[in-house]
């Protein structure tokens, strides 16, 4: 009995505890792609796009204006890669993002290859493990009056050092609460506007072979400044009810 | 814990040894550092404590309040004392006190060694305490001596979901080499002599003169793998292992007089003090990260010398009235004088082009100046009622100081309000309601591995404390302590900062608004056995805190306590058993929240995480001790 009432009489107590300050929510993410028509690239060539599975992610988002450096302490994550199919304009939802309460100003991720102040060389995580290996594979073919190209791509997206983040952006300030979802959206089609595909056209086989992107090629790299400065993910906060 | 401020480091409670100062100023680990490692407990005869801040003899970093530890030995002879215990602990003590020499005249020596529990927690240390009091009449010298040596290594912190998921045990050190190179080092010596005078009219005065040296390393690593070199930025990864290096050398003087009482009426009667506290202290400190097991250094944060003199002066009155109002109040000015040679100040970036030589020198000083004033009113005798205001300062980590700049103190301001009640010898109660303000707390930061300034906070509690002897030989103790502490304006978010770890507002991060401590102790003759009686002694602690908040809205459990000892006693002889944590609760010593990354398999996370260092599970210690 004396148990029970020192008992209750501590919880009384400890029930007087005051404001901790900002708290830890969990937020749901969903990705999609876009639907995409035909669509005309800069040289003329009219792309037909038959698969675009892009692995993203890590992500974290942070309080600062500019990701990177700043963001030491981040204001919510999701350490997993995952892939999205940016020809499937429908949301799916893949996981969840921890983060804390707070304004959310800028975010960083990787394309699912990852570098760690700890490794000699990026790694590939899961996301991008589904992908062979790589941050991004493409199929399509491009059209030009009669000349027609298949074509095929396997693209790393690559820190260029340990420690650093690949993608990093200001985004609109957002505060972060409990209720809130986390929309990833990726658009292929930027990425391959600025492929010079005159270039692959000169690989073709007279048999219709796939030409591969090779690295560090002029399609390879037009890919890659399109994910890394162009047109990067969309991320969108769908808000809770405020 | 005392009144709502974590005096794990030092900074908030001002610890003397008879009177010689031990908190360490502008110490490289947190301000005012303290480590009273080189104690031996036979030899302290009693610790005066004082609450807040109303003695004008309270200097430096007596926010919460001050210790006074008293040495003296009063059973005298040779004793020589043996005790084992849990986890291959071992304790010797030599103790000296001569019988024809007064009790503050001894000399007592310790060993301790351990494995410690759990993993990587075996250390050893032994200290040296020497008091000789000498002199007769008006004139008394003493004489007082301290060597002190220590070495132990730290399992330091585990993060809670890497417990949680079988990674790591709760009592183990992560395996990496960063992890397991964890330990500490400390060397202090003190010598201090000090010259008492009472005339026979009943005025008193004293001069004493002390000269220390502290030598201070340690290495910790509490984020793991997050680091990257300032010198060289492609060196990364190498394990954020912390090496801080602190050497202070320090020369120290005190004077004070206090007059005859002087009686202009008849219910009137009073006395004046005036006294003067000095130290000069040199310290030299670096932080470096190393890399374990070789400790090659891969990066330097910090390589400075720091000069600084503290003179303070103080004028304290004590006055009663008809014998039923004591007034006591005065007034403390102290200055302080800093000297700083930053070598790493004007830091060059690796991509930045050389136009100087790295380095900033620069001094700065200072004065800070308080009031301090309480008043006690005992209407009937055993019933008194307190009623205290006093302000206080704590002196600034010197590297933090511009050229020039009017040295920024942390003030503290306090109030008291307290009633006591004394029934006989019996019962002793003690309410007191508290109020303090301090205009820059600081708080642990874990990727500096010390001590960094938050804000200024307020704390509002109240104390209670209850001591009965209800029959002969039981002596029962409880204290409960409450305190809302409040940070009131924390740094605000900065392009350097931009996600500080607090709001403003809320709850001060490491301070359980509820601790209770509550003793119970008995001591009596067994049986008469010729020569000596056979006396038995048995007692109990429970200490309770309530749960702790942390940083980014976190909050620590609550801890619960119970230790245990029994002994019994021959003449000359005794045995003894200690029992600390007797339910082998098992509970965090030290819970911290900040973003880690020890996971190297796993993608960096750069969330806030919970992290612990485990209490110590039940240990028990047995004890043989022989006095001749």
Redesign the interface.
């Known amino acids: 009995m004396l148990r029970f009432t020192l008992s209750a009489a501590l919880l009384l107590l400890v029930a007087c505890v005051a404001d901790t300050g900002a708290g830890f929510v969990e937020v749901p993410v969903r990705v999609s792609g876009t639907e995409l028509a035909p669509f005309e690239a800069r040289d003329g060539w009219v792309v037909t796009l038959e698969r675009a599975d892009v692995a993203v992610g890590p992500f974290y988002f942070c309080a600062a204006e500019m990701a990177g450096d700043l963001c030491e302490t981040a204001r919510g994550e999701m350490l997993e890669s995952v892939v999205i199919d940016g020809l499937d304009p429908s949301a799916r939802e893949v996981g969840a993002m921890l983060g804390i309460e707070g304004t959310v100003r800028s975010a960083m991720h990787d394309y699912g290859l990852s570098w760690e102040l700890t490794e000699t060389a990026p790694r590939a995580t899961e996301g991008a493990e589904a992908l062979g290996g790589h941050s991004l594979v493409l199929a399509g073919v491009a059209e030009r009056g009669e000349a027609q190209v298949r074509f095929e791509a396997a693209v790393d997206v690559v820190p260029n050092r340990a420690g650093v983040i690949t993608v990093r952006r200001s985004l609109d300030t957002h505060e972060l609460v409990e209720g809130d979802a986390l929309e990833v959206r990726v658009d292929p089609r930027p990425w391959l506007e600025d492929v010079r595909f005159d270039l692959l056209a000169e690989k073709a086989d007279e048999e219709g072979e796939p030409v591969a992107f090779e690295v560090d090629e002029q399609p390879w790299r037009a890919v890659v400044v399109g994910m890394t400065a162009g047109s990067r993910p969309e991320l969108r906060w769908a808000e809770a009810a405020r | 814990m005392l009144r709502g401020f974590d005096a794990e480091h030092g900074q908030d409670i001002a610890v003397s040894l008879m009177g010689l100062p031990l908190n360490q100023p502008s110490h490289i680990h947190g301000q005012g550092y303290l480590d009273l490692g080189f104690l031996i407990p036979e030899v302290v005869s009693s610790l005066r404590v004082t609450e807040g801040v109303y003695d004008p003899t309270q200097g430096d970093f007596a926010v919460a309040g001050s210790v006074d530890l008293r040495l003296g030995v009063a059973r005298r002879g040779v004793t020589a004392k043996v005790g084992y215990g849990s986890f291959g602990t071992l304790r010797v003590l030599g103790l000296w006190a001569p019988e024809d020499a007064r009790d503050e005249t001894f000399a007592a020596v310790q060993f301790r060694r351990s494995d410690g529990f759990g993993q990587n927690r075996g250390g050893m240390n032994g200290s040296a305490l020497v008091q000789y009091g000498f002199g007769s009449g008006p004139w008394r010298y003493r004489l007082l001596g301290m060597l002190h040596g220590s070495r132990y290594d730290a399992a330091g912190v585990l993060r809670r979901d890497d417990v949680e998921r079988g990674r790591v045990g709760f009592y183990d050190v992560y395996p990496d080499a960063t992890a397991t190179a964890q330990n500490g080092f400390a060397a202090r010596a003190l010598l201090g002599f000090e010259a008492t005078h009472r005339s026979a009219s009943g005025a008193n005065g004293a001069v004493g003169l002390w000269l220390g040296f502290d030598d201070f390393r340690i290495q910790q690593n509490f984020t793991g ?4 070199s300032m010198f060289e930025p ?1 060196w ?2 190498r394990g954020d292992l912390i090496e801080q290096q602190n050497r202070t050398t320090s020369l120290g003087l005190h004077a004070r007089h206090r007059t005859a009482p002087y009686r202009p009426a008849s219910w009137l009667e009073g006395t004046l003090e005036l006294g003067v506290q000095a130290r000069l202290d040199q310290i030299d400190q670096a932080q470096n990260l190393i890399q374990a097991p070789q400790n090659e250094t891969w990066d330097q944060r910090v390589d400075a010398r720091v000069r600084g003199l503290d003179l303070g002066a103080y004028l304290d009155l004590d006055w009663t009235l008809a014998e039923v109002l004591t007034l006591r109040g005065g007034v403390r000015a102290d200055l302080l004088y800093y000297d700083i040679d930053d070598r790493l100040g004007n830091f060059i970036p690796r991509f930045r082009r050389d136009s100087f030589i790295v380095g900033f020198r620069r001094s700065a000083a200072g004065v800070a100046v308080g009031p301090r004033a309480s008043a006690v009113v005992e209407p009937i005798e055993g019933l008194s009622f307190t009623l205290a205001y006093g302000e206080g300062y704590r002196s600034p980590q010197a590297r933090t100081l511009e050229d020039g700049e009017d040295a920024p103190f942390t003030k503290v301001r306090s109030a008291d309000l307290g009633a006591r009640w004394r029934l006989d010898e019996h019962l002793d109660l003690r309410l007191a309601g508290y109020w303090t303000k301090l205009d820059d707390d600081v708080a642990f930061e874990p ?1 500096e591995g010390r001590l960094e300034r938050i804000g200024p906070s307020r704390r509002l509690g109240g104390v209670l404390y209850a001591l009965a002897r209800p029959i002969e030989g039981v002596t029962a103790a409880v204290s409960v302590t ?1 305190v ?1 502490a ?1 940070l009131l304006e924390p740094p605000p ?1 900065s ?2 900062d ?2 500080p ?3 403003e ?3 001060l991060p490491y301070v359980p ?2 601790v ?1 401590r509550a003793d119970v102790g008995g001591e009596r003759e067994l049986v008469d056995l010729g020569a000596h009686a056979l006396r038995g002694r048995v007692g109990a602690g429970y200490t ?1 805190l ?2 702790r ?7 620590a459990a ?1 801890i619960h306590l119970l230790d245990a000892s029994a002994s019994v006693g021959w003449g000359p002889v005794a045995v003894g058993l200690e029992i600390y944590n007797l339910l082998d609760r098992r509970y965090a010593a030290l819970e911290l929240t ?2 880690s ?1 020890w996971d ?1 398999s ?7 995480h919970r992290h612990t260092a485990a209490g110590a599970p039940r240990t028990l210690m047995a004890t043989l001790e022989v006095t001749l």
């Open positions: 793998y997050t680091e990257r492609d990364v990864g990727r409450y809302d409040e978010a392009a350097e931009p996600q770890a607090y709001d507002g809320q709850s608004p509820w209770v309770f309530s749960p908040p942390l940083p980014f809205g976190e909050e609550p900040y973003p990354y190297r796993a993608p960096r996370s750069r969330l806030p």
